[in-house]
């Protein structure tokens, strides 16, 4: 599976204001920064303030900053938010399927749980698990909670 440009966008803003917590920023900063063009990101960055992730200030001082605490932003909703779809293989579309073996695969319900595993993993991983330790020391990470994949694929 592969994340969209899109998404790719959308993560790398929030990492770059979670890391200037307090601070005002501009798209054209992380346009800058990032290497992205500013009209895309513009999109991006629009659709994560309809979706009250971001609030965005206009004017001369204006500019953008997470609406919510980095550890309050779960990366599977943000995923979730700003993917076009799930449709790892052709049979996942009830309107575009041609497959042959349509109704006799078990791929399809293999990769469906496989979605799911992934999604349900990353519910549990906030915005904070991304950010560099502020006072800790260098290359020091943030632990990402750990995951039991049996939890997820035989609930108890």
């Not at 803003?13 to 990032?34: D, K, Q």
């Amino acid at each position: 599976m592969r994340l969209t440009d899109y998404t790719d966008y959308a993560l790398r803003v929030l990492m770059h204001l979670g890391a200037h917590p307090g601070r005002t920023v501009t798209i054209r900063e992380i346009a800058t920064e990032h290497g992205i063009s500013h009209n895309h990101l513009s999109k991006v960055v629009y659709h994560l303030g309809q979706i009250g992730i971001l609030t965005t200030l206009r004017g001369r001082a204006g500019g953008i900053q997470l609406a919510r605490a980095p550890g309050q932003i779960m990366l599977g909703s943000v995923i979730r938010a700003t993917e076009p779809d799930f449709q790892m293989v052709e049979c996942f579309s009830e309107q575009d399927n041609t497959c042959v073996l349509a109704g006799r695969c078990k791929l399809k319900h293999l990769l469906a749980e496989a979605t799911g595993a992934y999604l349900e993993r990353l519910d549990h991983v906030p915005l904070s698990a991304l950010l560099a330790v502020p006072d800790g020391p260098p290359g020091c990470r943030p632990m990402i909670p750990t995951f039991d994949p049996a939890h997820v694929l035989h609930p108890a």
